[in-house]
T-cell receptor, first 110, second 111 residues
Framework: NAGVTQTPKFRVLKTGQSMTLLCAQD?????MYWYRQDPGMGLRLIHY???????AKGEVPDGYNVSRLKKQNFLLGLESAAPSQTSVYFC?????????FGPGTRLTVL | KQEVTQIPAALSVPEGENLVLNCSFT??????LQWFRQDPGKGLTSLLL?????REQTSGRLNASLDKSSGRSTLYIAASQPGDSATYLC??????????FGAGTTVTVRA
């Protein structure tokens, strides 16, 4: 039981490049989330999903897109990366009560 | 909008001392509150989950209390050890599927 996994662990992009972050969970959870964590600001919700085929905007959705084609996967896309998107990205999934987090992806945009 | 505050931002104590970490939130209409631990460069690990109907939860040396009416939760860690050094975050879940996080308290336990 791997829990929540994220791919890749690290990535460096140039401004304007695109990329996709993959989150996978093997706990059959309905709810999945993408957060970003910046120093001194805690975790901020980017997008979330309440089930396969559904997505919704969180607190800071601009510049990001998501898809949930399969229940176990939640993808986060950056179409045109900007330096302001340099951050650590965390994926999480949730039962009815408790959230479980992946190990994070450290993204640097130059 | 739910605002979650954790004070202090950092705390340093000698080994063996009890730790008291505070979390306050502005809207008392919550579903539950969760405490997490985060080690440097790592993800978040869930420590304790308190439902809105509960007053406290305990796990080993950890005890978390919840006072919804005053918008406060406290995490107590008894007899601290150097291995307890980490950042501790609280997260409040209102009556939907989204959590609001505090910025965390970074704890250093000195040997």
């Amino acid at each position: 039981n791997a829990g929540v996994t994220q791919t890749p662990k690290f990535r460096v992009l140039k401004t304007g490049q695109s990329m996709t972050l993959l989150c996978a969970q093997d706990m059959n959870h309905e709810y999945m989330y993408w957060y970003r964590q910046d120093p001194g600001m805690g975790l901020r919700l980017i997008h979330y999903s309440v089930g396969e085929g559904t997505t919704a905007k969180g607190e800071v959705p601009d510049g990001y897109n998501v898809s949930r084609l399969k229940k176990q996967n939640f993808l986060l896309g950056l179409e045109s990366a900007a330096p302001s998107q340099t951050s650590v990205y965390f994926c999480a999934s949730m039962t009815g009560n408790e959230q479980f987090f992946g190990p994070g992806t450290r993204l640097t945009v130059l | 909008k739910q605002e979650v505050t954790q004070i202090p931002a950092a705390l340093s104590v000698p080994e063996g001392e009890n730790l008291v970490l505070n979390c306050s939130f502005t809207d008392s209409a919550i579903y539950n509150l969760q405490w997490f631990r985060q080690d440097p460069g790592k993800g978040l690990t869930s420590l304790l989950l308190i439902q809105s109907s509960q007053r406290e939860q305990t796990s080993g040396r950890l005890n978390a209390s919840l006072d919804k009416s005053s918008g406060r939760s406290t995490l107590y860690i008894a007899a601290s050890q150097p291995g307890d050094s980490a950042t501790y975050l609280c997260a409040v879940r209102p009556n939907d599927y989204k959590l609001s996080f505090g910025a965390g308290t970074t704890v250093t336990v000195r040997a």
